[in-house]
C-alpha cells in the first residue's frame, strides 16, 4: 500500500509539477551537458538496459536528471489526450533570410547581459547552459531569427510545458468573454452550479481568471495529508488502491475546496483556480477543454503538431499543467499575443483579448504574495504582466518554460527547459534580462 | 493483489487482442446501431457520470461495448508512444470528382452479395452494420470512391488496427531485405545474438517473417498459467506488484520462448514471431520500431496524421498488435501495397516489396492451420495472401480490421471495426464476398 502510494504520489509529481519541489534533487554536480539525456543514455538501446530505463514503477522519472528525459516523453509513461491540430498543411512559420538567421543567431549569442543580484557579466549563449535550456525560439517582426534544441528535444519532439497550460485557460476565457459567451463578473455558479457549496461559489469567474480566490489549499509538501497530495491522488490516472476513500479525478476534489477569507484581495498562485476555469470553458463551450483548444485555438493557428495533455481517470485533461507542445507551435500562440490575435494575416480571436491581459491583473493584490524576481509585476487571466517599460508579459511554467512577449520590441521568445529545481526564481536572473538583451538588440534592427 | 491481476490482465488484453477471445462477451441484444458509443454515452459529459466512464481501473474497457469506444481512444487510457508524420503538409488522396463520388457510393452501398454459407443475399450497406464498421474507405485506381465514418471514429481519429501492426512490420522487413540489408536466409541470432538459446535461435528470418517458427506458445486462455497471460503480464506498462517474478516487458519475455518441433513445417499464427521481427527491424535500422516505422514508411507516404504504440515499461511498442492509425492514412499504406511502392508519383521503396508479399507463403504449411474462411491461402511477410482469382492479399487485425488489396480490380479497401467477438471467422461471411463484389463493380468502370 505504501508502495502504490509512492507511486502515485511521484505520478502525481509529473501531473502537478508545479508542486514538486520537495521531490526534486539540487543539481550538485550536474551540468546542462553531463546531465544531457543523450549523454546520460536514457531509453537507448533495443531493449535499454535495466539502468538506463525510465519507468513509472520506479517513481523517480520527475527527478533531476532523468526529468530531462521525461520532459519530453510523458506520453510514453502515462495515459494523454490529443489536441488534434486537425488534418490540414500547416502554415510554416516566416524566418529571416538564411543569411541573415546565420547573423542574428551569432550576434544572439554574442549578447551580454548582467544576471540580477550578480557583477559579472554572462553571455546569452552562456545562458542557455546555465538555465538547462531543452530549445529557444525568437521571432522578431513574425519571423524567427533564433532557433536552438538541445537535451531531449528536436523540433519534432513535444516538450511538457507546465504550468504555461494554465495560460491556455486564460486565453481560451478570454476569447469567450470577447465574444460575450461568458460573463467575467459573473459568479462561477452561474456556470458550475455543481460548485455551490464549495470556495468557489460566491467567486467571481474574474477572480478564478487572477487567482484572487481565497481558498483552502495547503501545499506543504512535508504533511502527507496537504491538500496537495489529495489533489495529486484524485489526478492520477492509475487505478486507486482498494481503500481508497477520496475524490476520483480533478473535478470530483474540486467539488470539496472550502474557502479562506475574502476573495478579491489577494493573488494566490493555486492551480485549481485554472481546473475551474477549464471546467467553465467546457460548460460554456460544451467540449472537453482540450476540443475546446483545438477547435479554439490549435486547429485555427496553423499548428505543425498536434498537442497533447495528461488526463485523469474521469478523461479530464489536466489544464493546471498537463500540456505538451512542440516549440514552434508554442511561437505561433506567441504570435497570437503579439498580434492581438492575427497570425499569417488571418484574426484567430479578437483584439479584445490580448488588450484584456496585456493590461495586467491587481498590483497591490499580487505584491502581498511575494515574488521577488517580478517585483512590480501582476497576474492577469493566467498570465504574468512584467509592468516594465517595454510592457511585457508572459506564461510561465516551472522548470524554466517560457512564453515571453515583448510588443515594443515585437519579439516573442520562446524558451522550453529542465532545470533542476522547481523554482523559476532560480532562473528568473538569468532568463529576464538576457529577454531584455535580446529586445534591446532587436529593437536596433 | 488478485485484484492487481485482474487489472494487468484486462490491460494486457488491450496490448494484445488478438488473444482477448475469452474476455469478451457475445452481442447478445447488440446491433451496431445500440451499441455505438455515440448512444452508449461512453465519457460524454464534463466530468462523464460514474457509469458513463470508461476506465484503467474497472478493468473492462476492452469487453463489447465499451469495446467500441475504447477502439478509438487507447492513448487516453494507456502510454502510448509517437509515430511522428513528420512536419510537412500532408499529401491528400485524390478523390474521384465530387457528383462521381456521390454516384459511386450509392451504387456501392446498393450491391448485392451472398455471404459465405448463406443463401440470402446482403446489400453492402447492410454489411457494414452486421460487421460494426466504424470506418471504411475504397480505393479504385488510386481514387477514393467511398469512404464512410460511424461510432467512436472520425476523419481526424485515430483507431486501433490490432494486429495489422503486424503487416507494417513485413513490410518493413521486406524493405530491408530489398536494400540488401536483411537477409531472410540467415538465421535470427546473425542479427539477435541474445536469442541464441530460445526456440529462434535456429530459426531463419523468413521463418519468423511468415510464421512457420516451432515455438511454444499456449493460448489457453482457461489456464492462469498459460504462455499468453506470462506475456501479456510482461508487456503491461503498469507497475508490477512486488511479488511479481516473470519476464519484464515483450523482449524480456521472447529470451524465454522454447521450441516445439521442426521450423518451417507449419504455419502457426503466433504474435511473438513479430516482436522478434520488429526487434530484429531495430537492430538492422539502429532505431527503436517506432522510429523507423515514421522513418521508412509514415514520414514518406504524406500520412496526414502522427500514429501511435501501445508500449511496454522498457520502452517497446507492440510490434505484434499495437498501433492505432487514421483511416485514410492505413488507405495510403494500401495505395504502396497496390502500386509495388510508388504512392503520389513518388516511389517510397522497391517494387520487390510487394513481389514478395504477393507471391505467398507456404500453402501446405497454410492448410494445416485450419482456417476456414480462407481456403487456399497462404501467409508471409505477416500479411494474408488469399489466392483468389484476383490475387487479392490483406492485412488483417482482430474485431474486423483490415487493408484489403486488389491488384486486378486496382482496389484498396480500407475496414476499422469493433465486432463483438475477436473472431474473423465469424466476420469473413460477410466480409470477403462483399469485398469481391465491389471489385467486380469497379473493374466495369
Not at 536552438?148 to 519532439?157: A, R
Request: charge should be negative.
Amino acid at each position: 500500500m505504501r508502495n502504490y502510494f509512492t507511486i502515485a504520489f511521484f505520478c502525481s509529481a509529473l501531473v502537478l509539477c508545479a508542486y514538486c519541489m520537495a521531490l526534486a534533487e539540487g543539481p550538485g554536480e550536474w551540468t546542462a551537458e553531463n546531465s544531457d539525456p543523450r549523454n546520460m543514455g536514457w531509453m537507448q538501446g533495443v531493449p535499454p538496459s535495466p539502468d538506463a530505463r525510465i519507468t513509472i514503477a520506479a517513481g523517480d522519472f520527475f527527478n533531476f536528471p532523468k526529468l530531462r528525459w521525461t520532459v519530453c516523453n510523458i506520453r510514453d509513461l502515462l495515459p494523454t489526450i490529443e489536441v488534434s491540430r486537425g488534418l490540414g498543411a500547416p502554415v510554416p512559420l516566416d524566418y529571416v533570410p538564411h543569411h541573415e538567421f546565420a547573423d542574428s543567431r551569432a550576434e544572439i549569442d554574442a549578447l551580454t547581459f548582467t544576471p540580477m543580484g550578480s557583477d559579472q557579466e554572462m553571455t546569452w549563449k552562456a545562458s542557455l547552459a546555465t538555465n538547462y535550456t531543452d530549445g529557444m525560439l525568437v521571432l522578431h517582426k513574425g519571423r524567427v531569427v533564433y532557433e536552438w534544441y538541445s537535451g531531449c528535444l528536436t523540433e519534432q519532439g513535444k516538450h511538457a510545458i507546465m504550468s504555461m497550460t494554465k495560460s491556455t485557460v486564460g486565453m481560451l476565457a478570454e476569447i469567450l468573454i470577447a465574444e460575450g459567451r461568458l460573463d467575467d463578473t459573473a459568479p462561477v455558479i452561474d456556470y458550475l452550479p455543481e460548485l455551490a457549496k464549495t470556495a468557489f461559489g460566491n467567486a467571481t469567474v474574474r477572480q478564478v481568471m487572477d487567482m484572487t480566490t481565497a481558498v483552502v489549499f495547503d501545499e506543504n509538501y512535508d504533511d502527507p495529508k496537504a491538500d496537495i497530495w489529495i489533489y495529486s491522488a484524485a489526478g492520477n490516472p492509475l487505478p486507486k488502491p482498494k481503500s481508497y476513500q477520496g475524490p476520483v479525478g480533478y473535478l470530483d476534489y474540486l467539488l470539496t475546496v472550502k474557502q479562506d477569507g475574502k476573495h478579491g484581495k489577494a493573488f494566490g498562485y493555486k492551480t485549481i483556480n485554472t481546473d475551474v476555469l477549464a471546467w467553465i470553458v467546457a460548460r460554456v463551450t460544451g467540449m472537453r477543454y482540450h476540443e475546446a483548444l483545438s477547435e479554439m485555438l490549435w486547429r485555427r493557428m496553423g499548428a505543425e503538431q498536434s498537442a497533447y495533455f495528461s488526463v485523469d481517470a474521469a478523461g479530464t485533461p489536466f489544464a493546471g499543467g498537463g500540456m505538451s507542445a512542440g516549440l514552434r507551435d508554442l511561437g505561433r500562440m506567441g504570435l497570437l499575443l503579439l498580434n492581438e490575435g492575427v497570425i499569417n494575416g488571418k484574426r484567430v480571436f479578437p483584439a479584445k483579448v490580448v488588450e484584456s491581459i496585456r493590461q495586467g491583473g491587481d498590483r497591490d493584490a499580487f505584491v502581498k504574495a511575494g515574488y521577488d524576481t517580478l517585483e512590480g509585476g501582476s497576474y492577469r487571466s493566467m498570465f504574468w504582466v512584467l509592468h516594465n517599460k517595454n510592457g511585457a508579459f508572459a506564461a510561465r511554467g516551472v522548470y524554466g518554460q517560457t512564453i515571453y512577449v515583448d510588443p515594443t520590441a515585437e519579439m516573442v521568445l520562446v524558451r522550453l527547459a529542465s532545470y533542476p529545481k522547481p523554482k523559476n526564481a532560480l532562473i528568473d536572473p538569468t532568463s529576464l534580462p538576457a529577454y531584455q538583451a535580446v529586445a534591446d538588440y532587436l529593437m536596433t534592427k
